[in-house]
């Protein structure tokens, strides 16, 4: 019998090109007008910004997208 697995919802996209588990960033920062994310190995990636209108909100939406995902991690 083949056994049943829930669909992995703790990846984040941070442009076409770059996702990252959610438990593996430790910083979302802005530098200049850019949206930057570092994971736990040292990473530095950019979000392109597909996340909202300015770079604040896409800040915003992406960390609440992050809590998303760990939060959702915990209960499973």
């Known amino acids: 019998m083949a056994e049943v697995t829930k669909p992995v919802k703790q990846f984040i996209t941070l442009n076409d090109r770059n996702t990252v588990r959610a438990d593996t960033i430790v ?3 802005v530098q200049s007008d ?3 994310v570092q994971t736990e190995d040292g990473e530095i ?3 392109d910004g597909l996340y909202g209108k300015s770079v604040w909100h ?3 939406a992406l960390l609440e997208q992050i809590e ?3 939060a959702n991690r915990s209960q499973d």
């Open 45 to 47: 990636h950019q979000a």
């Open 34 to 36: 850019y949206l930057m």
């Open 68 to 70: 998303a995902a760990l």
């Open 58 to 60: 896409a800040k915003s």
């Open 27 to 29: 910083r979302v920062y």
